[in-house]
């Protein structure tokens, strides 16, 4: 794992994303390191890489959960636990999610003119977990159905958007698509949440 009513435009920053030009950085020095060490109790070397550390910073910041969902060139149904979701613009309404250029799922969905973002309720948790494994058929679980251009729909999730497939780019390790939300659907159903390396449920309102 590697997260509505409507499509709601948010900010989004992310491997392969160009940042717009700004004032000169310079690199943290041994003090800054100290004063940020003091300020927030323990410290990243600013100046190393760790892919470990990168990780476990990204995963304080709590997502849903959702299996994306496509049709491969033989008809049959492509499905995927991933928490890369985001929402890109509303007008048009468009979508973005991302998926390791490793995996073995990449050119199905780079194949298919669509895909499918089933957005998971807490209940469906044994479902993420399955999408996410290594199973003879995904698929065997679950109400599935076939949306706009027979792409695989799954009942009872908080929300649904189908989409026309806009593009796909690579990006650092990962390939990411962006699709145009063509229908959608929501239910008033508690959502699944990932944070910290964990499922979770959605808290009280704050």
């Given at each position: 794992?590697?997260?509505?009513?409507?499509?709601?435009?948010?900010?989004?920053?992310?491997?392969?994303?160009?940042?717009?030009?700004?004032?000169?950085?310079?690199?943290?020095?041994?003090?800054?390191?100290?004063?940020?060490?003091?300020?927030?109790?323990?410290?990243?070397?600013?100046?190393?890489?760790?892919?470990?550390?990168?990780?476990?910073?990204?995963?304080?910041?709590?997502?849903?959960?959702?299996?994306?969902?496509?049709?491969?060139?033989?008809?049959?149904?492509?499905?995927?636990?991933?928490?890369?979701?985001?929402?890109?613009?509303?007008?048009?309404?468009?979508?973005?999610?991302?998926?390791?250029?490793?995996?073995?799922?990449?050119?199905?969905?780079?194949?298919?003119?669509?895909?499918?973002?089933?957005?998971?309720?807490?209940?469906?948790?044994?479902?993420?977990?399955?999408?996410?494994?290594?199973?003879?058929?995904?698929?065997?679980?679950?109400?599935?159905?076939?949306?706009?251009?027979?792409?695989?729909v799954l009942a009872g999730c908080a929300a649904v958007f189908e989409c026309r497939r806009v593009s796909h780019q690579e990006a650092g390790d990962h390939v990411l698509f962006i699709g145009e939300v063509l229908r959608m659907t929501e239910?008033?159903?508690?959502?699944?949440?990932?944070?910290?390396?964990?499922?979770?449920?959605?808290?009280?309102?704050?």
């Amino acid at each position: 794992l590697g997260r509505v009513a409507g499509v709601v435009a948010a900010r989004r920053v992310g491997h392969g994303l160009r940042a717009q030009p700004g004032p000169r950085v310079r690199r943290a020095g041994l003090r800054d390191r100290r004063l940020l060490a003091g300020q927030a109790g323990s410290a990243v070397d600013l100046t190393v890489a760790d892919a470990s550390a990168l990780r476990r910073a990204l995963g304080r910041f709590a997502t849903g959960v959702t299996i994306v969902t496509c049709r491969a060139a033989d008809g049959a149904p492509v499905g995927l636990t991933a928490n890369s979701f985001s929402a890109l613009s509303l007008k048009p309404p468009l979508v973005l999610w991302s998926l390791r250029a490793a995996s073995p799922s990449v050119a199905p969905f780079q194949q298919a003119a669509g895909f499918a973002v089933n957005v998971l309720a807490q209940s469906q948790l044994a479902l993420s977990r399955r999408f996410a494994s290594v199973v003879p058929d995904r698929f065997a679980a679950g109400d599935w159905s076939s949306g706009l251009h027979e792409l695989p729909v799954l009942a009872g999730c908080a929300a649904v958007f189908e989409c026309r497939r806009v593009s796909h780019q690579e990006a650092g390790d990962h390939v990411l698509f962006i699709g145009e939300v063509l229908r959608m659907t929501e239910h008033p159903v508690a959502p699944l949440v990932f944070q910290g390396g964990h499922y979770r449920g959605l808290g009280d309102p704050l």
